[in-house]
T-cell receptor, first 113, second 113 residues
Framework: LAKTTQPISMDSYEGQEVNITCSHNNIATNDYITWYQQFPSQGPRFIIQGYKTKVTNEVASLFIPADRKSSTLSLPRVSLSDTAVYYCLVGDPLGTGFQKLVFGTGTRLLVSP | DAGVIQSPRHEVTEMGQEVTLRCKPISGHNSLFWYRQTMMRGLELLIYFNNNVPIDDSGMPEDRFSAKMPNASFSTLKIQPSEPRDSAVYFC???????????FGEGSRLTVL
């Protein structure tokens, strides 16, 4: 399993762009990078998933360099409601090999007014 | 879609009592996961079912824990006997293997006195 490393916490202000980087040096060929968001008293929620280069949806962008040993979740113009814990997961989400989906410690983002 | 449904949302019990947590996955999803979340240990994967078959239970802490999935629409996680250190939020998640995205329930908060 590819181990991930993320910052424990980050602080930002409303309206700023936030970039959270995840390191995954031993990512495997079939592994994808997936990010989840968790609010207090709720289960994690899928944000975005990618394999290489750049993926964008209505919530965030995911940047993955060519070597795929790291990835960056970008949240444009954050608001107070973006305060949450963000988890980076690396694994084969489509595999029939019964891959575990292991959450690391996550990054606690605090957005202030 | 109703989403993943867990019950009970909250349970307070005394040490030594049996606890049963229930989960109804999203219809059509063929994988089901039980996670446990605590402040100290974060989000831990306990067991993983695929097509109702337990695939990986290496995360189950000890013999006091057991999980079943008698059909595609129902799973239980049982703790017998319960101990104070089992106090945590237990999440159930389901996944359609063709997409890889995990959908979490709202969790069951267990307090063992």
């Amino acid at each position: 399993l590819a181990k991930t490393t993320q910052p424990i916490s980050m602080d930002s202000y409303e309206g700023q762009e936030v970039n959270i980087t995840c390191s995954h040096n031993n990512i495997a060929t079939n592994d994808y990078i997936t990010w989840y968001q968790q609010f207090p008293s709720q289960g994690p929620r899928f944000i975005i998933q990618g394999y290489k280069t750049k993926v964008t949806n209505e919530v965030a962008s995911l940047f993955i360099p060519a070597d795929r040993k790291s990835s960056t979740l970008s949240l444009p113009r954050v608001s107070l409601s973006d305060t949450a814990v963000y988890y980076c997961l690396v694994g084969d989400p489509l595999g029939t090999g019964f891959q575990k989906l292991v959450f690391g410690t996550g990054t606690r983002l605090l957005v202030s007014p | 879609d109703a989403g993943v449904i867990q019950s009970p949302r909250h349970e307070v019990t005394e040490m030594g009592q049996e606890v049963t947590l229930r989960c109804k996955p999203i219809s059509g999803h063929n994988s089901l996961f039980w996670y446990r979340q605590t402040m100290m240990r974060g989000l831990e994967l306990l067991i993983y079912f695929n097509n109702n078959v337990p695939i990986d239970d290496s995360g189950m802490p000890e013999d006091r824990f057991s999980a079943k999935m008698p059909n595609a629409s129902f799973s239980t996680l049982k703790i017998q006997p319960s101990e104070p250190r089992d106090s945590a939020v237990y999440f159930c998640a389901s996944r359609r293997d063709s997409t890889g995205e995990l959908f979490f329930g709202e969790g069951s908060r267990l307090t063992v006195l």
